[in-house]
């Protein structure tokens, strides 16, 4: 049967309901929406759709600077520091780390969807640089500086951060936000449970227009990890995503 996946906002307590397998859901259109979510858009957004009555919906850049996490059916355990025990009030009164798992969290989380708003091209830019930054750890990620498949075996810089090109930002993210006690994740990929272990799950997560935040990170001894990151992803692009071709070398640009 497999392991099955849901996205959640801890401080929120809000999530995405189940997505299914990780590998069936890593390099497709889902993972997209949960960027649109934690990105700060350029301009009010338009929520003059009667859609929004709908109480399961939600607009582009609720979630932005929450802590998010990925929790897999058969997460035993909880990552260190991303949960505090004010988040297990509404699971119960006598809710604990050590009486209580994962999924009961899951459970008690409501079930929310991305709200497509009517302005979204005016508000999320395509021909800019984005950034998604890990706000607990101070890295960040620029779309720029992450190939993604623009033919059959060939990878390239510069497309949009939004348009779900594969593999991209979103690939990033939900690689390392993922959690569980089971490595088993349909995946060819798992190098020493390294995406079911995922170092950045639960840490408070943005999506930033890069010039907006450029000069604020500098000062505040922000770390680049574009690089590596894609590094990462290139590898399991090649194995999980039917990738081939060779990785580009990294865009030489000034900060």
Known sequence: MGQYWTINNIDKAQNTGHLGRLGELFFDLRPVEILYLLAIPLVPID?????????????????????????????EDWPIGAFVQEDFGRVGPRATFDNTVPQEFVWTCSKKRLFHCANEEEAYPQDRVWVLRNLTKKVYVRSNRVPDEVEEGKL?????????????????????????????????????????RGTWAGDRLDVRLFETVREDMKADGWQDVSRAEAERLYQIWLVDGFGGGCLPDDPVEDD
């Open 47 to 75: 929520s003059s759709a009667s859609t929004l009555d709908d109480r399961d919906v939600i607009l582009p850049g609720t979630w932005a600077g929450d802590r998010i996490i990925a929790l897999g059916d058969y997460a």
């Open 156 to 196: 390239s810089y510069g497309s949009p951060a939004f348009d779900g090109r594969i593999p991209g930002l979103a690939q990033i993210m939900l690689g390392r936000i993922a959690w569980s006690s089971d490595p088993m994740i349909n995946m060819e990929y798992n190098k020493n449970e390294d995406i079911t």
